[in-house]
């Protein structure tokens, strides 16, 4: 049952926004309707505005639900929200950070839940914006909630540093049968396993039903990438939709967090790293840079705000510089100037939660030589995307790259993109009128100890072994499964996983 009290007294910034502190921020007053502003900083050297403010004699041991009302100028962008747990000696003993995406010119509302520890004196909230364009913020709430279970330091601790998801992707895609055929094949990424990513389930239909011949599942060469494979038969229009369940979070530490980043400063195709133009500009930004960390900054800002003419025939670095382009430009952008810096760097297809139907979404995976493989998001200036909330689809490798023009991946993405990283459509089919559509969103949280969320990623991870013999479908959505994951129990799903 939620309680009526507002912790956040001053909800729509009132008294000048008192209990408030801002970082380039404007507070704007309108005759019903008082909000700020979080200026986007393009010309500005700070890297971050944002809003902040604490509570004082916070609840122990309850449910806190916060949310506000977001909305950006012109473009659709990622916000980052950190809310943090203070004790009596103002020591930080839990975290949570989450992102949400504000859409240009409408209100939005996010919120979230989190526990407060049964030490919490006092509680932070700061709404964070690092990109390029000016966020709007208002009516910030944050309400008490009923809790049953007692959560210690530690315990919180424990939710911050795992975050255990189950996100779910659905994903579908229009084909066409070239005039004279009736048959054809689609191939295309789905939910690979990485670091601590493991589908748990596949389940794939057609319409019309009669128009599926046979699908399977099966890892690529890499060991890391999955593609299903389609076969369509007696049909000249069908619908494929496809969903998987996939478990993310941080509990388990995974080697292939270091994988050798050997080849992966090669210029290709699509990452072109010895461009002139490319060469120069990745030295002007690391010019002043005294390590690693500050080079990534430099690079992020840039690709995240080099202009875009909306005018590009191709989704190649070296276009992407001269005009822009989408999110898969910018992620090849990004990578080239890396490469062209000595840093190994590789490009990133995912479904992110944050967003409604799309082709897919783009990040940056660089090396750092002493934590690995490590995230970046040129498109949003985001220097850590959260790990639970996308799905990755596919890692692009050196020779999927220089294939980026391949002509039966044409049939269904410009040029640019790298090899298998989407669609790929056998020389019978072209792409149907509404072509593809997907995104990917939050089926559920799943809570225990470290043993229990051990056992459940070693589970997951032979359940996967078992699902890529040939000719595997994968493993179909079965009830236990559904229920597991209903449950939120680890210990639950890491048995209804071993029975599927």
Known sequence: MLLKNNLIKNSNFSDNGAGWSFKHAIIHTNTDHVYTELIGLREQQEPYSSAITAIKNAPSNRLLNFSCDLKTAHYNFVVEINITALNECLEKIGEWHTQTLAIEHSWTTFHTSFPSPSDCSAISIEIKNGTTDSVFLSHP????????????????????????????????????????????????????????????????T????????????????????????????????????????VLVGEASADSSNLDSPLGYLEATKCVQSDDREILKIATDLAHEADSIEKIIESVVLFTASNPNSYEYESLDAKTALAQGGSCTSRANLATALLRALKIPARTVSHLPVWGSWMYQHWLVEYFHPSKGWQWIEPTMNLLKPCQNRLVLLAFASIDDENKSSDPDQLRAIMPGAPYLSGYILSESLTIGFRGSENFAYELGQIEGNSVELDSLFHEARMALVRASSPNSSGIGYKEAIAAAIASGSASGLAAAVLDA
């Open 141 to 204: 709430s944050l309400t008490v909630g009923s809790y049953s279970r007692t959560y210690s330091h530690q315990q919180c601790a424990d939710i911050d540093r795992k975050q255990i998801s189950v996100l779910e992707t659905r994903c579908k895609i229009d084909v066409l049968t070239e005039p004279g055929m009736d048959s054809g094949n689609v191939t295309f990424a789905i939910p690979c396993q990485y670091k601590n990513q493991i589908p748990l389930c596949f389940e794939l």
């Open 206 to 245: 057609t319409t019309p039903k009669s128009a599926l011949s046979q699908y399977k599942v099966f890892p690529r060469d890499d060991g890391t990438n999955w593609l299903c494979s389609v076969e369509l038969v007696d049909c000249e229009a069908v619908t494929i939709e496809w969903k998987s369940a």
